[in-house]
């Protein structure tokens, strides 16, 4: 039984084409996903992000709990600052990428999670099997609509559509930051590698806030869009780039472990603890192709080091050419080739990210 | 529902053949084709004056989600590719039986035989 989000009439009523996603029946594109995503560069687009988990924490002591959980160090967060994490299994795999908001003192809890659409179940269960006591309490959001504002001109545009008293604050944040007042919560995060916000609002308020933003200039966007766009960002998919199978050092996520402070033990730390004394036997990097064509997932890429795979492959509207992400041996650099249909073809090894704020950063 | 014009010929691979007044054909993919693909990116065609045998693999469309082969639908020597997909291969996606065709062909046999009328590929479409 596929869920719709507060907004699905709206995609529909806009002529989007709707697929299926992680349980949801969600906008792939409304036209062109190639347009939608030069006016996320360029300009400004807005997308339904409302299929992800939200899961607010309370309880005891819920400080200690996601200390314990997750392999960043919530610890060094003061109230309105956010981060990207990996929460690992016993053998350091990854069970999920997420971000966590300590939220503003006074806030109806003092943290906030979101976890991806696609893992929602495994995600929870596991979640709430970590909790010891009553450290920690759940409260999954059932009742949010969640959009991303995305773009250069994406806070100018969207300001105007938040209260008053709101507005100045979600102006000033500086990047992995969070403000909230009267049930509309928005954080400086994104998945595009634009400027932007990530906005949490009431279910009943979100479809007049699509409509106010779309008449301010923002773009519909979709997960077609939304895929070339954290691509081009570096920005890992789950299930494709890591999964429980693999660790945060084997998939470019070695800078979201905290190690420090050494006495802190988290799920995964001594088995992660171990891969790095050995040193990682894989690294993940990206790809450019020299001619034309696109690289896709699976594919095998061809180093001097050895062989490897495409993680994540697909095409850069902005570059105007295919990239990649892979995972091969870790004294993998240069040129390399990948196998694409039986053909062998030349390619870089180069380091994410391809595009930010706009610019190409791979000569 | 795709659209599949009245006047063309189809083979069971969604490519399209339109016979010109010069007794040469014009090839492309369908509508139902564009659609499943998506965006297109790239489109690889064949060199003019290139032999193909009926059904060989001579050009590739290749979009944000997949590639595709696409097939000679008869047997003969290419003429013309249309070289405005080098720089808008969404021609193909905008108008897959206009300004999106793929190459022209000069039959080795004559008119074609074999491919299948609007009504036979629509049948197709719909039991699939």
Same mark, same amino acid.
């Given at each position: 039984?596929?869920?719709?989000?507060?907004?699905?009439?709206?995609?529909?009523?806009?002529?989007?084409?709707?697929?299926?996603?992680?349980?949801?029946?969600?906008?792939?594109?409304?036209?062109?996903?190639?347009?939608?995503?030069?006016?996320?560069?360029?300009?400004? *687009?807005?997308?339904? /992000?409302?299929?992800?988990?939200?899961?607010?924490?309370?309880?005891?002591?819920?400080?200690?709990?996601?200390?314990?959980?997750? @392999?960043?160090?919530?610890? !060094?967060?003061?109230?309105? !600052?956010?981060?990207?994490?990996?929460?690992?299994?016993?053998?350091?795999?990854?069970?999920?990428?997420?971000? %966590?908001?300590?939220?503003?003192?006074?806030?109806? =809890?003092?943290?906030?999670?979101? /976890?991806?659409?696609?893992?929602?179940?495994?995600?929870?269960?596991?979640?709430?099997?970590? &909790?010891?006591?009553?450290? @920690?309490?759940?409260?999954?959001?059932?009742?949010?609509?969640?959009?991303?504002? +995305?773009?250069?001109? @994406?806070?100018?545009?969207?300001?105007?559509?938040?209260?008053?008293?709101?507005?100045?604050?979600?102006?000033?944040?500086?990047?992995?930051?969070?403000?909230?007042?009267?049930? &509309?919560?928005?954080?400086?995060?994104?998945?595009?590698?634009?400027?932007?916000?990530?906005?949490?609002?009431?279910?009943?308020? *979100?479809?007049?806030?699509?409509?106010?933003?779309?008449?301010?200039?923002?773009?519909?966007?979709?997960?077609?869009?939304?895929?070339?766009?954290?691509?081009?960002? *570096?920005?890992?998919?789950?299930? +494709?780039?890591?999964?429980?199978?693999?660790?945060?050092?084997?998939?470019?996520?070695?800078?979201?472990?905290?190690?420090?402070?050494?006495?802190?033990?988290?799920?995964?730390?001594?088995?992660?603890?171990?891969?790095?004394?050995?040193?990682?036997?894989?690294?993940? %990097?990206?790809? %450019?192709?020299?001619?034309?064509?696109?690289?896709?997932?699976? +594919?095998?890429?061809?180093?001097?080091?050895?062989?490897?795979?495409?993680? #994540?492959?697909?095409? #850069?509207?902005?570059?105007?050419? #295919? &990239?990649?992400?892979?995972? %091969?041996? =870790?004294?993998?650099? *240069?040129?390399? +080739?990948?196998?694409?249909?039986?053909?062998?073809?030349?390619?870089? &090894?180069?380091?994410?990210?391809?595009?930010?704020?706009?610019?190409?950063? /791979?000569? | 529902?795709?659209?599949?014009?009245?006047?063309?010929?189809?083979?069971?691979?969604?490519?399209?053949?339109?016979?010109?007044?010069?007794?040469?054909?014009?090839?492309?993919?369908?509508?139902?084709?564009?659609?499943?693909?998506?965006?297109?990116?790239?489109?690889?065609?064949?060199?003019?004056?290139?032999?193909?045998?009926?059904?060989?693999?001579?050009?590739?469309?290749?979009?944000?989600?997949?590639?595709?082969?696409?097939?000679?639908?008869?047997?003969?020597?290419?003429?013309?590719?249309?070289?405005?997909?080098?720089?808008?291969?969404?021609?193909?996606?905008?108008?897959?039986?206009?300004?999106?065709?793929?190459?022209?062909?000069?039959?080795?046999?004559?008119?074609?035989?074999?491919?299948?009328?609007?009504?036979?590929?629509?049948?197709?479409?719909?039991?699939?």
């Amino acid at each position: 039984m596929t869920r719709r989000t507060a907004l699905h009439d709206r995609h529909v009523a806009a002529g989007a084409m709707m697929v299926p996603f992680g349980g949801w029946d969600m906008p792939l594109h409304y036209g062109s996903q190639i347009e939608e995503h030069h006016a996320v560069r360029r300009r400004a *687009g807005i997308f339904d /992000v409302s299929h992800m988990t939200v899961v607010d924490v309370d309880g005891a002591d819920p400080g200690a709990y996601l200390a314990r959980l997750l @392999a960043n160090d919530t610890g !060094r967060l003061v109230p309105g !600052r956010a981060l990207y994490s990996c929460m690992l299994n016993a053998d350091g795999g990854v069970v999920d990428d997420l971000i %966590v908001y300590r939220r503003a003192a006074g806030a109806p =809890t003092p943290w906030r999670v979101v /976890v991806n659409a696609a893992t929602r179940e495994k995600d929870l269960a596991w979640m709430q099997a970590a &909790i010891r006591g009553d450290e @920690a309490r759940l409260r999954v959001r059932e009742d949010l609509v969640m959009v991303a504002l +995305q773009g250069p001109a @994406a806070r100018a545009l969207a300001a105007p559509l938040l209260p008053p008293g709101l507005r100045a604050a979600a102006l000033a944040l500086p990047p992995f930051h969070a403000a909230e007042e009267g049930g &509309i919560f928005v954080g400086s995060t994104g998945y595009t590698g634009e400027d932007g916000w990530e906005a949490l609002l009431p279910a009943a308020a *979100g479809p007049r806030f699509w409509d106010a933003a779309v008449a301010a200039g923002f773009a519909p966007s979709g997960l077609g869009a939304r895929d070339t766009l954290r691509l081009e960002a *570096g920005m890992n998919l789950y299930g +494709q780039d890591m999964d429980e199978g693999t660790s945060p050092l084997v998939s470019g996520l070695a800078w979201t472990v905290a190690w420090e402070p050494a006495g802190r033990d988290f799920t995964g730390r001594a088995a992660l603890e171990r891969e790095r004394a050995a040193g990682p036997a894989a690294r993940l %990097v990206g790809l %450019v192709l020299a001619d034309r064509g696109v690289m896709r997932r699976g +594919q095998k890429v061809h180093t001097a080091a050895g062989a490897g795979e495409i993680t #994540s492959g697909g095409f #850069s509207p902005t570059m105007n050419r #295919s &990239i990649a992400l892979a995972r %091969v041996p =870790t004294g993998a650099a *240069g040129e390399c +080739q990948v196998d694409i249909r039986g053909a062998l073809k030349p390619a870089r &090894i180069v380091k994410p990210p391809f595009v930010r704020n706009g610019r190409v950063l /791979v000569d | 529902m795709s659209n599949v014009p009245d006047e063309l010929k189809y083979t069971p691979e969604h490519e399209w053949v339109r016979v010109e007044g010069d007794g040469t054909v014009t090839v492309g993919i369908t509508d139902h084709a564009q659609h499943a693909l998506g965006e297109l990116v790239f489109v690889e065609l064949p060199d003019v004056d290139r032999v193909l045998k009926s059904g060989e693999s001579c050009a590739v469309v290749e979009s944000v989600k997949a590639a595709s082969d696409v097939y000679a639908p008869l047997a003969g020597t290419v003429t013309a590719v249309n070289g405005a997909l080098g720089t808008e291969p969404n021609l193909v996606n905008g108008n897959p039986f206009g300004d999106g065709w793929l190459f022209r062909m000069r039959p080795a046999d004559g008119a074609p035989a074999g491919l299948l009328d609007a009504a036979a590929y629509r049948q197709l479409l719909d039991k699939a």
